[in-house]
């Protein structure tokens, strides 16, 4: 097995640690909407539509988690992953 060199550049992309804290988000939402019997697509799509945070159950933290993340950049993300995964 190759070992790096110690002064070999690694590449960071603050943009794509940003994603997938976004992915991480919806997914932990996701699963304490749906433990609590909640249909998580409607209710991320009221709280994405509304901003308000009444959509979003307290069940695991899912209502403080979401709001660390502008609803915008949420917005952005789902239109991105949508349309990359639909350019195909």
Same mark, same amino acid.
């Given at each position: ?32 909407? /749906?433990?609590?019997?909640?249909? #998580?697509?409607?209710?991320? #799509?009221?709280? +994405?539509?509304? /901003?308000?945070? #009444?959509?979003?159950?307290?069940? /695991? /933290? #899912? ?14 993300? +789902? ?10």
């Amino acid at each position: 097995m190759a070992q790096k060199s110690v002064t070999e550049t690694i590449s960071f992309s603050a943009e794509e640690l940003r994603r997938e804290n976004i992915r991480e988000v919806l997914k932990h939402v996701e699963k304490a909407l /749906n433990e609590r019997g909640y249909n #998580a697509i409607n209710q991320l #799509a009221g709280y +994405l539509i509304s /901003n308000d945070p #009444a959509y979003i159950s307290s069940h /695991n /933290n #899912a209502r403080s988690v979401i709001q660390s993340i502008e609803r915008h950049e949420i917005i952005e993300e +789902l239109v991105r992953f949508y349309l990359e995964e639909h350019d195909k």
